[in-house]
């Protein structure tokens, strides 16, 4: 097996186990992860405007949002496309890699303003019996996850780009 096809998988199950088994952020009890995305997604379409007001937002920017979050929640499972089909495999392995740096930045750099904030109650979560998703503090309140995801991105991107054969 060429090396380009070990990375897209090794990166495809990055990105799957920081989006769902391992948390983003937070403490015990409450955590960010794909499965709190998932649990709020019903309640960020009925108050989008509210949660725009929030974080001074134009309504079809969050709408924008919603979408990317939507297909990153995705995208772990269709970076494994990228054994198939290059270009596929590039643009999802780019939404695990930029919303791993948005979580990095949102704890480590104040860049993002409000709209960091935004990005918490998106992801933001109930853990089911204080375990699931697996919280591992990494400092700052940023968890393994993030970097799962982060990495998973990375080595989906440049096993597309490497040859597969």
């Known amino acids: 097996m060429a090396l380009g096809k070990i990375f897209i998988i090794l990166g495809a199950l990055l990105s799957i186990l920081g989006t769902y088994v391992f948390a983003l952020y937070g403490a015990v009890g409450v955590v960010g992860?794909?499965?709190?995305?998932?649990?709020?997604?019903?309640?960020?379409?009925?108050?989008?405007?509210?949660?725009?007001?929030?974080?001074?937002?134009?309504i079809w920017i969050f709408y924008i949002l919603l979408i990317v979050f939507i297909i990153f929640l995705a995208a772990g499972i269709l970076q494994l496309v990228g054994l198939k089909s290059r270009a596929v495999g590039i643009i999802f392995s780019l939404f695990p890699l930029g919303v791993g740096i948005m979580f990095i930045l949102l704890f480590y750099t104040e860049i993002l303003g409000l709209i960091s904030a935004?990005?918490?109650?998106?992801?933001?979560?109930?853990?089911?019996?204080?375990?699931f998703p697996i919280l591992v503090d990494i400092g700052a309140g940023n968890g393994l996850g993030a970097f799962f995801i982060?990495?998973?991105?990375?080595?989906?991107?440049?096993?597309?780009?490497?040859p597969k054969d």
Not at 118 to 131: A, T, V
Not at 150 to 162: Q, V
Request: proline share 0%; net charge negative; aromatic share 16%.
């Open 150 to 162: 982060l990495g998973g991105g990375a080595l989906g991107l440049i096993g597309c780009i490497l």
């Open 33 to 58: 992860s794909g499965i709190g995305f998932i649990l709020n997604l019903t309640d960020l379409f009925e108050n989008a405007a509210l949660y725009a007001g929030f974080a001074g937002l134009e």
């Open 118 to 131: 935004l990005f918490g109650l998106f992801f933001i979560g109930e853990q089911f019996g204080d375990i």
